[in-house]
């Protein structure tokens, strides 16, 4: 999991620059939406609502668009139908890709996505093509002023499979089927989470020349820059020179 640890840790540092963009209030939006759509409009039951407002909050989401989203996903007003969609595709030299959608128009989605893989020498695959290398599990982040021993303790005991220090942050890795008892028992403790959400690993990451893992990279930053796009993933091994030269 060392190029996905590396790749959030470059998303975390990139997220305050693009909270200072209006057009994160659409993504942050949607979180809300769906968050409420799933659990109900009540922060205090629903703990992806609470984080998804926290979120918000703290990018300055208008007090009027956070109550609009909620109520959009609990269907009191209309306008909370979202469309979720998988994606899968290539990139240079092979790399496999899986992109997460969510959207209210498939055709600008889908022309978005397949406007980034052409642009970086990559093209859409085939359902199915690239899933079956990764593995879909549960990903927690709580902050490390936590006590992670603590942390661990309490997520071990609800079934998780790994607890890991990362760069400040506590990352706990949960199966998918027990992704929802491992958080509850977390929230249950009082540990608050900065992620919550499912997300897909490679099973084996892979190693590309230098330049092909830069455009890589590039193509991921394009993706994710989409207002659609809720999550991508890749089986690219992320090296630190590779690293350095893209954050350079």
Request: glycine share 10%; no cysteine; charged share 30%.
């Amino acid at each position: 999991m060392s190029g996905h640890s590396k790749w959030s840790t470059i998303k975390r540092k990139k997220g305050a620059e693009d909270a200072k963009r209006a057009k994160i209030f659409t993504r942050l939006g949607r979180d809300i939406m769906v968050a409420a759509r799933e659990g109900g409009g009540d922060e205090g039951s629903n703990a992806r609502l609470k984080l998804a407002v926290g979120k918000a909050r703290a990018a300055n989401m208008p007090k009027d668009n956070i109550e609009r989203a909620i109520k959009k996903g609990t269907g009191e007003i209309a306008g909370g139908e979202l469309v979720e969609i998988v994606y899968e595709g290539y990139g240079p030299e092979g790399v496999a890709y899986i992109v997460e959608i969510m959207t209210d128009n498939k055709n600008r989605a889908l022309a978005e996505i397949k406007h980034a893989f052409s642009k970086h020498e990559g093209s859409l695959a085939t359902s199915g093509a690239v899933m079956w290398q990764f593995d879909q599990k549960g990903y927690l982040t709580i902050r490390g002023e936590a006590d992670f021993d603590e942390v661990f303790m309490q997520a071990a005991d609800a079934g998780a499979d790994d607890v890991v220090e990362e760069d400040g942050i506590i990352a706990v890795y949960t199966p998918r089927d027990g992704f929802n008892s491992v958080e509850q028992a977390l929230s249950a403790a009082g540990f608050e989470f900065e992620d919550n959400e499912l997300r897909w690993f490679p099973q084996n990451e892979i190693d590309v020349s230098s330049g092909k893992a830069l455009q890589n990279m590039r193509l991921m930053e394009q993706l994710e820059e989409s207002d659609d796009v809720q999550s991508v993933a890749s089986n690219l091994n992320i090296t630190d020179d590779v690293l350095a030269a893209f954050a350079s």
